[in-house]
């Protein structure tokens, strides 16, 4: 048997934190359509089971027309099963209220239910404040056949709502343990006889979600699962380390930038964050930067974790008004970085410049 363990796809989320209303609404509809293209792949590839662990949905307000056009690719794939376990963000007891569901949609809930195919039995809980504790006591597996388990939180030492406690799924003849929340890949061992994996998300939706997206493909014998992870979002996001230690012109920054992002497809996301050190005299046009990035790829922004270099040679002994500013800012309580922005600020002044930050 083939089976796609898929997770977090998060549809209707909101996104408008970095994009603007229309490229959040856009990437939206992108990631409708890579599960459409993941239901494509699966008749192609001749896939037998698609299970979702958990998050399908982003909040309790899910348009219609995401439900319909969701579960009309679940109609028009009759030859395979998917099997959906809710997530914590999986809120709305109304997303499929009205509709008629399709007989090849499998549902789970908060007690522990079966599913069973041949030799292989598919088996999930959606864990709640209620059966948090419980769970692990209830669940058991017939060690002859082979096992497969769906859960959906974070992996933990101790029980917990939005958890997975592993420990207490040690030797209960799992097989593989099908795990969602994380939005990256991750694959380890759960004991001598199975393995966990998180599988990530389809598409990642922020900066927090960077590198390969996508799903896992199981090939399913008896007590034998062999795993490859699919890479398959339409975007990857990046974000790309830039050092501007020594760089003092706005050139010599563009072309810094250049090089770290060479390699990333023009259709992706990135975001540039700059470290290191620079002087008052640095050119740090942020707005001149965003500009000339802003046709490179689908999306990008730049964010300044540089450090203000003030060496205390050149400003302790400096009778100048400069020199008592600095060292007024120096001795204060403040934060490192309030001092940081304070002086920039203040030398921009002093100097009769425009004051940028």
């Not at 494509?40 to 027309?65: C, H, P, W």
């Not at 789970?108 to 504790?133: H, V």
């Not at 061992?189 to 990530?200: Q, T």
């Not at 800012?329 to 004051?355: P, R, T």
């Amino acid at each position: 048997m083939k089976i796609i363990h898929c997770s977090d796809l998060h549809l209707d989320s909101r996104m408008e934190a970095n994009l603007s209303f229309e490229k959040a609404k856009e990437r939206n509809h992108e990631i409708l359509l890579t599960f459409e293209r993941l239901v494509k792949y699966a008749k192609q590839n001749d896939v037998d089971l698609v299970m979702f662990a958990g998050d399908l949905f982003d909040t309790e307000r899910i348009s219609a027309s995401t439900v319909d056009y969701f579960l009309n690719e679940i109609r028009n794939a009759k030859e395979i099963d998917f099997l959906y376990l809710k997530g914590n963000h999986d809120e709305s007891k109304h997303a499929f209220i009205g509709e008629e569901l399709p007989d090849n949609l499998k549902l789970f809930n908060d007690q522990w239910i079966s599913y069973n195919y041949d030799f292989l039995t598919i088996t999930g809980i959606e864990i709640n404040k209620d059966n948090a504790s419980a769970l692990y006591q209830e669940l058991s597996l017939n060690k002859e056949e082979t096992n497969i388990v769906i859960l959906h939180g974070q992996e933990a030492t101790q029980p917990g709502v939005d958890m997975v406690c592993l420990p207490q799924l040690k030797n209960k003849n799992i097989d593989y343990l099908a795990l969602g929340h994380i939005h990256s890949y991750k694959k380890e061992r759960l004991d001598d006889r199975g393995s966990y994996a998180y599988c990530g998300c389809l598409e990642g939706r922020g900066f927090d979600e960077c590198g390969e997206k996508g799903f896992i493909l199981l090939d399913v014998k008896p007590h034998n699962i062999q795993t490859t992870f699919v890479p398959f979002a339409k975007r990857q996001l990046h974000d790309v380390e830039v050092d501007i230690t020594g760089k003092e012109t706005i050139t010599e920054i563009k072309r810094a930038m250049e090089v770290a992002s060479s390699s990333i497809n023009h259709n992706d996301l990135v975001k540039f964050t700059l470290v290191g050190e620079y002087t008052f005299d640095t050119q740090k046009d942020f707005e001149f930067l965003k500009k000339a990035f802003a046709d490179d790829f689908y999306f990008s922004k730049i964010k300044d974790s540089s450090h203000l270099k003030i060496e205390k040679e050149n400003y302790e002994n400096d009778i100048s008004l400069k020199g008592e500013f600095i060292r007024k800012v120096m001795a204060s309580d403040l934060s490192n970085h309030e001092k940081e922005e304070i002086i920039c600020a203040g030398l921009q002044a002093l100097s009769g410049k425009e004051i940028t930050r």
